[in-house]
């Protein structure tokens, strides 16, 4: 029997995926990942979609959840309150979910420099818990409220809910909702811009656990693409972005973006 260095068993294909991603991201002036719930699932944040997706056992969220919200904050205000205990199990999931390797290794990147970026589809904060700075959350973060008006966005831990629906401290005029972006909702037009223009600066973009169907979102690397960039994706199952992508590592983020940063710091 012969010892094996512990790359030796992740098979040669996917060893090489990791040295090219390795190599394409310090050539790249900037780097960004956009992130989807792949991530998160590795953390044990369940998923919406699929067989034991939340919206499978709790049927489908109402489509017009924002017109609803629109028509009457009030009652809004209040049914969520209520609504808390219905979705008790999501709750908990996301209470005690924390970073995954994943996670750590994007942050590790944003500290040597090489990751610019990183715009995630989730809204656990996980990527804040992991000590991530630059991250735009297209969809809102659970941890918080926002401004319908002036996108202004707070902590929602310590936020004064005694008058509903509660009016924004600062621009005096808006009504201050979840942070989390609802069906039917827009895209906050601050992280749209700033996705943007990420997306134009971007020469190399991460594709972890997405697979960027959805608008905008699946917007931004066909954007790169177009521009002369590339796309790495990880992802351990194909995508549609898939064939755009220059190297495709076929593994779960936790595994496989450790080594990455693995062979930068000693490159
Ligand atoms: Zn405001």
């Known amino acids: 029997m012969t010892l094996r260095e512990p790359e030796g068993e992740l098979g040669e294909a996917l060893e090489r995926a990791i040295d090219e991603a390795a190599r394409l991201i310090g050539a790249s002036r900037h780097v960004v990942a956009l992130v989807g719930a792949g991530l998160s699932a590795e953390s044990g944040v369940p998923?919406?979609?699929?067989?034991?997706?939340?919206?499978?056992?709790?049927?489908e969220p109402d489509l017009r959840d924002y017109e609803r919200f629109v028509e009457d904050p009030k009652r809004w205000w209040e049914l969520r309150q209520e609504r808390a205990s219905r979705f008790a199990e999501l709750a908990q999931a996301?209470?005690?979910a924390v970073p995954n390797p994943g996670h750590f290794a994007l942050r590790d990147l944003e500290e040597m420099g090489r990751l610019q970026h990183i715009?995630?589809?989730?809204?656990?904060?996980?990527?804040?818990?992991?000590g991530s700075q630059a991250v735009t959350e297209i969809h809102g973060n659970r941890t918080k409220l926002r401004c319908v008006v002036c996108n202004h966005r707070w902590p929602l831990e310590g936020f004064p809910l005694d008058e509903l629906p509660p009016k924004c401290p600062d621009c005096k005029s808006g009504i201050v909702k979840g942070?989390?972006?609802m069906f039917g909702e827009p895209i906050p037009r601050d992280a749209l811009d700033e996705c943007i223009s990420q997306s134009r600066m971007c020469d190399c973009m991460l594709l972890i656990g997405t697979s960027a169907v959805v608008y905008p979102a699946a917007g931004?690397?066909?954007?790169?693409?177009?521009?002369?960039?590339?796309?790495i994706e990880v992802n351990p199952t194909p995508?549609?972005?898939t064939e755009l992508c220059e190297v495709v590592i076929r593994a779960p983020a936790g595994?496989?973006?450790?080594?990455?940063?693995?062979?930068?710091?000693?490159?």
């Open 94 to 96: 996301l209470e005690t």
């Open 119 to 130: 715009i995630t589809q989730n809204i656990d904060n996980l990527h804040q818990i992991a």
């Open 47 to 59: 998923t919406f979609r699929g067989p034991e997706g939340l919206w499978t056992k709790h049927r």
């Open 220 to 231: 931004f690397p066909v954007d790169v693409k177009s521009s002369g960039g590339t796309l």
């Open 255 to 267: 595994e496989t973006l450790p080594l990455v940063v693995q062979k930068l710091r000693a490159s």
């Open 239 to 241: 995508t549609p972005l």
């Open 179 to 181: 942070d989390t972006v």
